[in-house]
């Protein structure tokens, strides 16, 4: 249905960019570099469970960081 994915707005006009997403114990559950709007809220295959997600997004060639929150909500 709506927003199956994390989409980050204009992040494809930074491709030095590395995202790394924590649980609130700050464990880190997903990182990659050059973000393409594709992380599906998993962790090593499986689905993460409903929550708050904490983020960090560098990017490399502009020392801009960004962090933030991201919730995770799947309908039963």
């Known amino acids: 249905g ?9 992040i494809q006009n930074y ?4 995202v790394y997403v924590y649980n609130i114990y700050g ?10 709007n594709d992380w599906q809220g998993t962790y090593n295959g499986k689905e993460l469970p409903d ?9 490399k060639n502009t020392n801009m960081t ?3 929150s991201v919730d995770i909500l799947r309908s039963k």
């Open 15 to 18: 491709p030095d960019n590395q």
């Open 27 to 36: 464990n880190k559950v997903f990182n990659t570099d050059a973000y393409g």
């Open 51 to 59: 929550g708050t997600y904490y983020y960090v997004i560098l990017f």
């Open 66 to 68: 960004l962090r933030g």
């Open 2 to 10: 709506v927003n199956d994915t994390w989409y980050i707005e204009g």
